[in-house]
């Protein structure tokens, strides 16, 4: 990767955790969910309005490092208004992308601006940070009851 691709990464991610996109609890959400990673601190929840399997709305709160703020603002803003099982779909990529060998990222088009989370691969150990949000996400489409509270 260049190195001006990846200071524009760099420059994504601090922009996202400084001005993060979605950020605020989500009144009329159907779902919520809170995530935890205790190897950094971060902690998340997740709104989600489900309607006809769509995504109609999505917001986060949160704190956290800038990688975790980041993932959530640039994950919300991925996957509002998509189906639910489009946004699913989009998890696998994005984990292959952040557990990849550092100095071979590879961002796959259809991830978009995700791809800014892509330099987090060579920081083993900030994965977790980036995934949380995602993991949150998953377990919002997948209803699993013991992590989520309905209205
Ligand atoms: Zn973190």
Not at 66 to 89: F, H
Not at 105 to 116: R, T, V
Request: glycine residues 6%; charged residues 20%.
């Amino acid at each position: 990767m260049s190195s001006d691709l990846t200071d524009l990464y760099q420059q994504v991610i601090i922009d996202h955790s400084r001005h993060p996109q979605n950020f605020g609890r989500l009144d009329d959400a159907t779902r919520t969910v809170e995530g935890v990673n205790p190897l950094c601190g971060d902690q998340v929840t997740l709104y989600l309005k489900l309607l006809d399997d769509r995504i109609a709305d999505i917001s986060f709160e949160g704190v956290g490092c800038a990688i975790s703020m980041a993932s959530a603002s640039l994950m919300t803003t991925a996957v509002n208004g998509k189906r639910c099982d489009e946004a699913l779909a989009l998890f696998g990529p994005v984990r292959a992308m952040l557990t990849q060998s550092p100095g071979n990222e590879i961002a796959p088009a259809e991830l978009g601006k995700l791809a800014a989370l892509s330099g987090v691969s060579a920081f083993p150990m900030r994965v977790k940070c980036a995934t949380l949000v995602w993991h949150a996400l998953n377990s919002a489409l997948e209803e699993r009851p013991e992590m989520v509270s309905s209205e």
